[in-house]
C-alpha cells in the first residue's frame, strides 16, 4: 500500500511543500503565488516539476507508485527517490559541477529538490536535432571515472564499499526491473516486448529462437547481478544527461547500485552508437546527417579513451582501497608489472562494455522501452531497417566479442553497416 504520508504532487501541493522550506523559498524568491510551475517528467518513471521564482528556479522530482510510462497496472514501490539522492549524496565529493546540484530530500513524498539546469536539454534531444556537444562525451567520461574509481575496491576501503553495499543493494525494484526489462524480457516471450512490427516481426523470432545469444546475454545478466565493482549509474544512456554546448551534467541515477563498472560504459556507448546509426532516419532533402553520424561515432573513442585514462591516473594517483593495496606493491621493480595489471583489469571493463552495449541495444529494439533516437522516424519503413543494422550490430557484440578490441573497432563495424 502507498504509505500514508504520501501524495503525488501536484501545483497547489508542491507550493505548499517549498513554502514550507525556507533556504529553497529564498532561492526562489518573491511569494508562492509568484512562482509558475510546469510539470515537464518525459521519462518511464516519475514526476518532474520545474518552479520558476523572481529571483531563482528549482526542479523537484517524485517518484509515483507505478511506472509512468505504463499507467497504474505496473505498479512500482516509491524507494526509488532514496536511492536517487543517496548516490547524489554518495558521489558528491567526485562529481562537482558534473551533476545537478542536490538540494533537499522530503522522505515521506519521496521528492528531491535540486538544480534546475536550464538552459540544458537532454544530450539524446540534442543529438537527435543534428546537434553537437564538443565536451559532452568527456565529461560523461570523467564522471564515471571518477565516481566508479573512488568507490571501488582500489579507492574505497572495504568497511566504506560495505556500506554503499548495503545501502544500494535494496534498491531491488530498480534492480529488478533492469534485470527484467533489460536481460530477460527482450529475448523471452515476455507481454510487455514491441518492436516495428511487422517490419521487425522475422527479427524477433530469429533472436528468440537463438540459444547461443539467449545463453551470452543471461551471462551477462549473471555478472550484472553478481559483478560489485563499484557504485553505478544503473540508467547513464544519453537520455541521462543534460548538456549545453559548454556543460554536461549526468542525471537520472535512480537505478544506482554496487555493480559492474562496464554496465555503465556499455549503455553510454550503445546509446552513441544507436544515435549514430538512426541519423540517416532523421535526414531532410538537403541535410543528409552524414556528418551528424560521423561526428556522434568519433565521440566513442572519446569516451572510452577519457574514461581509461583517467580511471588509471586516478588509480595511481588515489590507490587506498583493499584489491590491489599499495602496500604490496613498494618495491621499485614493482611499478612496471603492476601497471600492467592496471592496465589489464582496465581492458576488461572495455570487453565487459562491449557485452553490456550489445545487451542494452537489443532491449532498444525489441523490450518494453524504446528509445527517442529511433521512436522519433515516425515512418516504420526508415525506422525498421535502421532498427535491424542495429541490432545486428549489437548480436556481433554479443558472439563475436573478441573483433572489438578497441573503440575504433566499433566505429568500423558502424562504417561498414
Ligand atoms: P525519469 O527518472 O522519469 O526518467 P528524469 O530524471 O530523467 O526522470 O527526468 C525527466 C525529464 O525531466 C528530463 O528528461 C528533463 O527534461 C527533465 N529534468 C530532470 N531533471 C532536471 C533538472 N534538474 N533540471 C531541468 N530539467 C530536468
Ligand atoms: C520500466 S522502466 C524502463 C526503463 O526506463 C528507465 O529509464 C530504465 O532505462 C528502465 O530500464
Ligand atoms: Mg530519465
Ligand atoms: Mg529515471
Ligand atoms: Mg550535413
Known amino acids: 500500500a502507498t504509505p500514508a504520508g504520501y501524495r503525488a504532487l501536484d501545483d497547489a501541493s508542491l507550493r505548499d511543500f517549498l513554502a514550507g522550506l525556507p533556504d529553497l523559498r ?6 508562492p503565488p509568484d512562482w509558475s510551475i510546469i510539470e515537464v517528467g518525459d521519462g518511464n518513471l516519475n514526476l518532474v516539476f520545474l518552479i520558476d521564482g523572481p529571483e531563482g528556479s528549482l526542479c523537484v522530482k517524485q517518484s509515483l507508485p507505478y511506472v509512468r510510462a505504463a499507467g497504474e497496472s505496473w505498479p512500482l514501490p516509491l524507494d526509488r527517490a532514496f536511492f536517487e539522492q543517496s548516490y547524489y549524496r554518495a558521489v558528491a565529493p567526485y562529481s562537482e559541477g558534473l551533476t545537478p546540484r542536490f538540494f533537499y530530500y522530503q522522505p515521506e513524498l519521496y521528492a528531491i529538490v535540486m538544480e534546475r539546469l536550464s538552459p540544458h536539454i537532454i544530450l539524446r534531444r540534442g543529438l537527435i536535432e543534428g546537434r553537437r556537444y564538443p565536451g559532452a562525451a568527456a565529461a560523461v567520461a570523467e564522471f564515471a571515472a571518477r565516481s566508479t574509481f573512488a568507490t ?5 576501503t ?7 553495499m548495503s545501502t544500494f543493494a535494496r534498491n531491488t525494484s530498480l534492480i529488478r526491473i533492469t534485470a527484467e526489462v533489460v536481460f530477460t524480457d527482450p529475448l523471452a516471450n515476455s507481454p510487455r516486448n514491441r518492436w516495428t512490427s511487422p517490419a521487425l516481426d522475422g527479427l524477433a523470432a530469429e533472436f528468440r529462437a537463438d540459444s547461443a545469444l539467449k545463453v551470452t546475454v543471461a551471462e551477462w545478466g549473471r555478472r550484472f547481478l553478481t559483478e560489485a565493482q563499484a557504485l553505478i549509474h544503473g540508467d547513464l544512456h544519453t537520455g541521462s544527461v543534460m548538456v549545453t554546448e559548454t556543460d ?17 560504459i556499455g549503455a553510454f556507448i550503445a546509446n552513441l552508437v544507436m544515435n549514430a546509426i538512426a541519423q540517416a532516419g532523421h535526414a531532410t532533402p538537403g541535410d543528409d546527417r552524414k556528418a551528424e553520424a560521423d561526428w556522434v561515432l568519433s565521440q566513442v573513442p572519446v569516451f572510452w579513451d577519457t574514461f581509461s585514462s583517467r580511471f588509471l591516473a586516478l588509480w595511481d594517483e588515489k590507490a587506498r ?20 595489471a592496471r592496465k589489464a583489469f582496465v581492458d576488461r571493463l572495455f570487453a565487459d562494455a562491449i557485452g553490456y552495449a550489445g545487451v542494452k541495444t537489443i532491449r532498444r529494439i525489441l523490450g518494453f522501452a524504446h528509445n527517442a533516437d529511433f521512436e522519433l522516424i515516425a515512418d516504420p519503413a526508415r525506422r525498421a531497417p535502421l532498427e535491424a543494422k542495429s541490432a545486428r550490430l549489437a548480436r556481433t557484440f554479443l558472439l563475436e566479442p573478441h573483433s572489438f578490441r578497441t573503440p575504433d573497432d566499433i566505429v568500423a563495424a558502424v562504417k561498414a553497416l
Open 321 to 340: 582501497g583493499d584489491a590491489y593495496p599499495p602496500a604490496m606493491f613498494s618495491n621499485p621493480g614493482d611499478a612496471a608489472v603492476l601497471a600492467g
Open 248 to 264: 554536461t551534467r549526468v542525471m537520472d541515477p535512480e537505478f544506482a547500485f554496487v555493480g559492474p563498472i562496464g554496465f555503465d
Open 158 to 164: 572495504l568497511e566504506e564499499k560495505a556500506e554503499l
Open 26 to 31: 529564498d532561492r526562489l524568491g518573491g511569494r
Open 152 to 156: 571501488s575496491d582500489f579507492g574505497a
